[in-house]
């Protein structure tokens, strides 16, 4: 199976400051199509998780575009431009490149 | 406006059996894959299966005891959880997935508690 890897497990910025969480893969999830199976999903306390991203930078609709996903093949990155009060989550990288889908364990975000 | 509705759960015995249900609507149920995806207390995301038009796959962890299937007609998806475990307590997430095979839509979310 695929195991996903998340860094750091929690991170404290400033408002207005930007915010990068990493996301590895323990092997590539880069398809021959050319497309990274690998999005990234918020979830707020006490809410269900919502995506972000998919293809590994393409925005969902009706997300702010302060959000970007980057990277290709086991190295991926989400950056938040200015972080905003109502961005504090944890935040989820998932491949979707295997039968067996798999997340990454997590990384807080909160306000310094 | 996609819905995605669980319900089923409950407080249940070790090694006793619970069936989860998510109804469906909104869209056509029976063009889209679909998964469940847990999450124990206090801890991170964790998918345990799957379902499409043909094969279903299964994390291990739940590999034999538990079976996802579908009801394309009434637009509805189950789980069937048997031989449960205190570690099988969780918040369990149906999801609907997108145009690739992220999971797009989620429902609220139903605890089951697997104490004695």
């Known amino acids: 199976d695929i195991v996903m890897t998340q860094s750091p497990d929690s991170l404290a910025v400033s408002l207005g400051e930007r915010a990068t969480i990493s996301c590895k893969s323990s092997q590539s999830v880069l398809f021959s199509n050319n497309k990274n199976y690998l999005a990234w999903y918020q979830q707020k306390p006490g809410q269900a998780p919502k995506l972000l991203i998919y293809w590994a930078s393409t925005r969902e609709s009706g997300v702010p575009d302060r959000f970007s996903g980057s990277g290709s093949g086991t190295d991926f990155t989400l950056t938040i431009s200015s972080l905003q009060a109502e961005d504090v989550a944890v935040y989820y990288c998932q491949q979707y490149y295997s039968t067996h889908y798999s997340f990454g364990q997590g990384t807080k975000l909160e306000i310094k | 406006e996609v819905r995605l509705v669980e319900s089923g759960g409950d407080l249940v015995q070790p090694g006793g059996s619970l069936r989860l249900s998510c109804a469906a609507s909104?869209?056509?149920?029976?063009?889209?894959?679909m998964n469940w995806v847990r999450q124990a207390p206090g801890k991170g995301l964790e998918w345990i299966a799957y379902?499409?038009?043909?094969?279903?796959y299964y994390a291990g962890s739940v590999e034999g005891r538990f079976t996802i299937s579908r009801d394309n007609g009434k637009s509805e998806l189950y789980l069937h959880m048997s031989s449960l475990r205190a570690d099988d307590t969780a918040v369990y997430y149906c999801?609907?997935?997108?145009?690739?095979?992220?999971?797009?839509?989620w429902g609220q979310g139903i605890l089951v508690t697997v104490s004695s």
């Open positions: 909104g869209f056509t149920f029976s063009s889209y894959s």
């Open positions: 999801a609907r997935e997108g145009l690739g095979s992220y999971s797009e839509y």
């Open positions: 379902i499409g038009s043909g094969p279903t």
